[in-house]
């Protein structure tokens, strides 16, 4: 594989999907129709991944003040679900335990907010060595300048800014993929 293809190209065999705090008293924070399209894709997200048998980590920044991941995104937390007070995850030892136990060097990276918890996390994932796709539908901040600000800055850090859709058909690669089927219908639930 060439270095393009590498670092743009999400395999499924080292892909991981990290959910960065969408929580119950976080979400009201945003923009309704922007966190309900946030929410939706991270569904077909979590979806793609449980179908393909991808791992998938979510977190919750103080749980006890901002609540737990809303019940939508549930399955996110079905294995593991870290609680945080670190912006970024990787801050949380629990978090760097969890994510070396996929064995995952790829992370597809979703959540709230951009330029806080996610932008931190992925900073530090790629500080690390890591390959950090960031699902730009699939992500916000309470203030479109943050949002646009920390996709600008993570670009330039190193990270590839993708779409929920993108990304869910590169882990199937082609439609011969037994997983083809299930992608194809999720994308068709995809929000403009």
Request: hydrophobic letters at 45%.
């Given at each position: 594989?060439?270095?393009?293809?590498?670092?743009?190209?999400?395999?499924?065999?080292?892909?991981?999907?990290?959910?960065?705090?969408?929580?119950?008293?976080?979400?009201?924070?945003?923009?309704?129709?922007?966190?309900?399209?946030?929410?939706?894709?991270?569904?077909?997200?979590?979806?793609?991944?449980?179908?393909?048998?991808?791992?998938?980590?979510?977190?919750?920044?103080?749980?006890?003040?901002?609540?737990?991941?809303?019940?939508?995104?549930?399955?996110?937390?079905?294995?593991?679900?870290i609680?945080?007070?670190?912006?970024?995850?990787?801050?949380?030892?629990?978090?760097?335990?969890?994510?070396?136990?996929?064995?995952?060097?790829?992370?597809?990276?979703?959540?709230?907010?951009?330029?806080?918890?996610?932008?931190?996390?992925?900073?530090?994932?790629?500080?690390?060595?890591?390959?950090?796709?960031?699902?730009?539908?699939?992500?916000?901040?309470?203030?479109?300048?943050d949002?646009?600000?920390?996709?600008?800055?993570?670009?330039v850090?190193?990270?590839?800014i993708?779409?929920?859709?993108?990304?869910?058909?590169?882990?199937?690669?082609?439609?011969?993929?037994?997983?083809?089927?299930?992608?194809?219908?999720?994308?068709?639930?995809?929000?403009?």
């Open positions: 594989m060439g270095q393009i293809k590498e670092k743009f190209w999400l395999q499924a065999e080292q892909a991981v999907l990290v959910v960065v705090d969408v929580q119950e008293k976080l979400v009201p924070a945003m923009n309704a129709r922007i966190s309900g399209a946030l929410i939706h894709h991270i569904e077909l997200l979590i979806e793609g991944f449980d179908a393909l048998g991808l791992p998938i980590i979510a977190t919750e920044q103080y749980s006890k003040g901002l609540g737990a991941t809303v019940s939508q995104l549930n399955a996110a937390t079905d294995k593991y679900r609680e945080k007070t670190s912006f970024s995850c990787c801050g949380e030892p629990e978090f760097m335990t969890a994510l070396k136990e996929t064995g995952a060097r790829q992370v597809l990276l979703v959540g709230m907010e951009a330029h806080v918890c996610v932008y931190q996390t992925l900073l530090d994932l790629l500080d690390q060595g890591y390959g950090v796709h960031l699902v730009r539908d699939a992500i916000c901040s309470r203030f479109k300048s949002f646009e600000t920390a996709v600008a800055g993570a670009a850090a190193g990270a590839v993708t779409s929920t859709e993108t990304a869910l058909f590169q882990l199937v690669e082609g439609a011969r993929h037994p997983g083809f089927k299930t992608v194809s219908q999720l994308s068709k639930r995809r929000i403009p």
